[in-house]
């Protein structure tokens, strides 16, 4: 829950954020109460942000860890 938070509070709010990601607020705001992120909304938020939270760690369950440098991805 705590990447989904830091997300909003970069974004700037929850409406901002939803804005960024083509969402409604009350999207934002379902993933806050049930802690956690559709995973289809990972990469618009990570792409959104910059890379400042990612999809590893808005969703480890389904994304897996990051890749380390060098690494390729697949």
Do not use: N
């Not at 806050?32 to 999809?55: F, W």
Request: net charge positive; proline share 9%; aromatic share 4%.
């Amino acid at each position: 829950m705590e990447p989904l938070r830091r997300a909003v509070s970069l974004a700037g709010g929850q409406t901002a954020l939803a804005r960024r990601i083509g969402k409604t607020q009350s999207h934002v705001a379902q993933w806050l109460r049930r802690g956690r992120v559709g995973p289809t909304a990972c990469i618009p938020i990570e792409t959104a942000l910059a890379g400042q939270v990612t999809r590893y760690e808005l969703r480890p369950d389904v994304f897996g860890a990051p890749p380390q440098p060098g690494e390729t991805l697949r």
